[in-house]
Nanobody, 121 residues
Protein backbone atom coordinates (compact mmCIF):
# COMPACT_ATOMS: atom_id res chain seq x y z
CA UNK A 1 0.00 0.00 0.00
CA UNK A 2 0.99 3.63 -0.36
CA UNK A 3 0.61 6.28 2.31
CA UNK A 4 0.84 10.07 1.97
CA UNK A 5 1.50 12.10 5.10
CA UNK A 6 1.08 15.86 5.03
CA UNK A 7 2.32 18.54 7.39
CA UNK A 8 2.56 22.30 7.65
CA UNK A 9 -0.96 23.67 7.64
CA UNK A 10 -2.22 26.25 10.10
CA UNK A 11 -3.50 29.76 10.65
CA UNK A 12 -1.75 32.72 9.05
CA UNK A 13 -2.55 36.38 8.52
CA UNK A 14 -3.15 37.77 5.02
CA UNK A 15 0.15 38.38 3.30
CA UNK A 16 1.86 35.66 5.32
CA UNK A 17 3.50 32.43 4.24
CA UNK A 18 3.12 28.73 4.92
CA UNK A 19 5.00 25.69 3.74
CA UNK A 20 3.23 22.37 3.17
CA UNK A 21 5.12 19.11 2.95
CA UNK A 22 4.04 15.63 1.91
CA UNK A 23 5.94 12.37 2.15
CA UNK A 24 4.98 9.20 0.32
CA UNK A 25 5.87 5.79 1.68
CA UNK A 26 5.08 2.17 0.96
CA UNK A 27 5.61 -0.24 -1.91
CA UNK A 28 6.61 2.45 -4.41
CA UNK A 29 8.29 1.56 -7.68
CA UNK A 30 7.96 4.99 -9.23
CA UNK A 31 6.07 8.20 -8.62
CA UNK A 32 4.85 9.68 -11.90
CA UNK A 33 3.55 12.93 -10.42
CA UNK A 34 2.83 14.62 -7.12
CA UNK A 35 0.69 17.62 -6.42
CA UNK A 36 -1.56 19.59 -4.15
CA UNK A 37 -5.30 20.08 -4.39
CA UNK A 38 -7.54 22.15 -2.16
CA UNK A 39 -11.18 22.23 -1.22
CA UNK A 40 -12.88 25.22 0.34
CA UNK A 41 -16.27 24.92 2.07
CA UNK A 42 -19.05 24.57 -0.47
CA UNK A 43 -16.66 24.30 -3.39
CA UNK A 44 -15.26 21.49 -5.51
CA UNK A 45 -11.76 20.20 -4.97
CA UNK A 46 -9.36 21.97 -7.34
CA UNK A 47 -5.80 21.44 -8.47
CA UNK A 48 -3.39 23.96 -6.95
CA UNK A 49 -0.04 22.77 -8.28
CA UNK A 50 1.64 19.60 -9.50
CA UNK A 51 5.07 18.44 -10.49
CA UNK A 52 5.98 15.66 -12.88
CA UNK A 53 9.38 14.87 -14.30
CA UNK A 54 10.61 18.28 -13.28
CA UNK A 55 7.75 20.08 -15.00
CA UNK A 56 5.40 22.15 -12.88
CA UNK A 57 1.86 23.34 -13.37
CA UNK A 58 -0.14 25.88 -11.32
CA UNK A 59 -3.68 27.06 -11.22
CA UNK A 60 -3.87 30.70 -12.33
CA UNK A 61 -4.85 32.10 -8.95
CA UNK A 62 -1.60 30.98 -7.28
CA UNK A 63 0.91 31.69 -10.04
CA UNK A 64 3.69 33.92 -8.78
CA UNK A 65 2.80 33.23 -5.14
CA UNK A 66 3.12 29.44 -4.71
CA UNK A 67 6.08 27.24 -5.59
CA UNK A 68 6.00 23.45 -5.78
CA UNK A 69 9.13 21.36 -5.52
CA UNK A 70 9.85 17.68 -5.16
CA UNK A 71 12.51 15.15 -4.31
CA UNK A 72 12.50 11.90 -6.25
CA UNK A 73 15.01 10.35 -3.86
CA UNK A 74 12.88 11.09 -0.80
CA UNK A 75 9.42 10.75 -2.43
CA UNK A 76 8.43 14.13 -1.07
CA UNK A 77 6.72 17.23 -2.39
CA UNK A 78 6.64 20.70 -0.87
CA UNK A 79 4.38 23.66 -1.53
CA UNK A 80 5.74 27.06 -0.52
CA UNK A 81 2.84 29.49 -0.25
CA UNK A 82 3.58 33.21 -0.08
CA UNK A 83 1.40 36.31 0.02
CA UNK A 84 -1.57 34.28 1.19
CA UNK A 85 -5.07 35.70 0.95
CA UNK A 86 -8.34 34.68 2.61
CA UNK A 87 -9.33 33.09 -0.71
CA UNK A 88 -6.57 30.52 -0.15
CA UNK A 89 -8.37 29.19 2.92
CA UNK A 90 -9.15 25.51 2.34
CA UNK A 91 -8.22 21.97 3.21
CA UNK A 92 -5.14 21.11 1.18
CA UNK A 93 -4.66 17.54 -0.01
CA UNK A 94 -1.48 15.90 -1.22
CA UNK A 95 -1.90 13.74 -4.32
CA UNK A 96 0.41 11.24 -5.92
CA UNK A 97 0.22 9.06 -9.02
CA UNK A 98 2.20 5.99 -8.11
CA UNK A 99 3.36 2.82 -9.78
CA UNK A 100 3.59 0.22 -7.04
CA UNK A 101 6.13 -2.57 -6.92
CA UNK A 102 4.66 -5.65 -8.58
CA UNK A 103 1.73 -3.76 -10.14
CA UNK A 104 2.73 -4.47 -13.69
CA UNK A 105 3.50 -0.78 -14.25
CA UNK A 106 -0.09 0.21 -13.60
CA UNK A 107 -0.39 3.54 -11.82
CA UNK A 108 -2.89 4.46 -9.15
CA UNK A 109 -3.84 7.73 -7.50
CA UNK A 110 -3.38 8.25 -3.77
CA UNK A 111 -4.49 11.01 -1.44
CA UNK A 112 -3.31 12.36 1.87
CA UNK A 113 -5.66 13.01 4.77
CA UNK A 114 -5.70 16.76 4.22
CA UNK A 115 -4.33 19.71 6.17
CA UNK A 116 -6.24 22.88 7.00
CA UNK A 117 -4.92 26.22 5.82
CA UNK A 118 -6.72 29.26 7.22
CA UNK A 119 -5.84 32.80 6.17
CA UNK A 120 -7.45 35.34 8.44
CA UNK A 121 -6.67 38.46 10.39
Amino acid sequence: QVRLVESGGGLVQPGGSLRLSCAASGTIFRINAMGWYRQAPGKDRELVARISGGNTDYTDSVKGRFTISGSNAKNTVTLQMNNLTPEDTAVYYCNAIVVRIGSGFISNTYWGQGTQVTVSS
